[in-house]
């Protein structure tokens, strides 16, 4: 699924036919123009709502509504035209029952526009994505750090560590397949489980704080770009760090503002249109 042989955007049927073959590329957007940037790079592009800390500043990901996953998908769907839209079903809009969750990924993809939505949880949540899936709903998964389940979780930690944790992380993995998934995010899992978990199912796995074995891999963009300067998790790696870059144009900008210096001439209209 090389950008360059691409001549439509991905179907979920697609991704999952990619299991075990050129790993899979993904990053999150939640703008046009970051959407447009990476559409000829990205397998599926992920309207995360992870935006509600990168963009809005809160603190977690708990406070994001659909009306702000609705209105940074259909900005990202104006953006892309080879990678496929997957968009997440914040939290409180898929937990209380199967008949809640596809009235509002039913909403998510129709006003999206989206190809496929993706929730949180494992074997508890097996039963919704089966009742979604059955009703032309394609579902990508979310299993080991799950964020909307933080306060839970007792914070942002690797989740399957020891033998009954790594029992635990293998069955929401197979959970989640069984109940026809055609993708699974694996979070901050153990590189040997996480590998464990790649050859055991035959849906693809895409790894975020996982392991290179997985079938893809995906990042949030502001991350992997160096726009958080303050903060860098373990599993981030900077190709780029535009956020030192911005705050030095900043202050250069600022400096010349009181300094006079801009606008110069050049960036000044005439008072008279020069004569041809």
């Given amino acids: 699924m090389s950008a360059t042989a691409k001549k439509r955007a991905p179907l979920p049927v697609d991704i999952l036919a990619a299991k075990g073959g050129t790993p899979l590329v993904s990053l999150t957007a939640y703008t046009t123009p970051m959407a447009q940037m990476m ?34 998908g259909q ?12 968009i997440d079903m914040p939290f409180g809009s ?27 949880g494992g074997v ?33 930690k690797v989740q399957g560590r020891g033998n009954e944790g790594a029992v635990a992380l293998i069955a929401d993995a197979q959970a989640v397949a069984d109940a026809g998934a055609f993708g ?14 790649t050859k055991t199912i035959d849906i693809p796995t895409i790894g975020i704080g996982a392991s290179a074995g997985c079938d893809g891999q995906i990042l949030v963009v502001d991350d992997m770009l160096g726009l958080f300067t303050a903060f860098k998790a373990k599993f981030v790696k900077r ?12 202050a250069a900008y600022a400096a010349e503002v009181r300094a006079r210096t801009f606008p110069a001439p050049e960036h000044i209209f005439a008072d008279e249109a020069p004569k041809t």
């Fill in 239 to 250: 190709y780029a760090h535009l956020g030192d870059e911005a705050e030095q144009a900043i």
């Fill in 184 to 197: 699974v995010v694996l979070e901050k899992v153990p590189e040997t489980l996480a590998n464990d978990i």
């Fill in 39 to 72: 559409d000829d790079h990205c397998d599926f592009v992920l309207v995360g709502d992870s935006v509600g800390m990168v963009l809005h500043g809160l603190p977690s990901t708990l406070g994001v509504t659909m009306e702000m996953m609705i209105m940074h």
């Fill in 124 to 156: 508890a949540m097996a039963e919704t994505i089966a009742f979604l899936v059955a009703r032309g709903i394609p579902v990508m998964a979310h299993i080991g750090l799950t964020p909307q389940s933080v306060n839970t979780l007792g914070g942002y």
């Fill in 75 to 86: 900005a990202v769907a104006r953006g892309l035209k080879s990678a496929m839209m997957v």
């Fill in 94 to 120: 898929y937990e209380e029952s199967p008949e809640q969750a596809f009235r509002n990924a039913a909403r998510l993809m129709r006003e999206t526009h989206a190809g496929a939505v993706k929730l949180e």
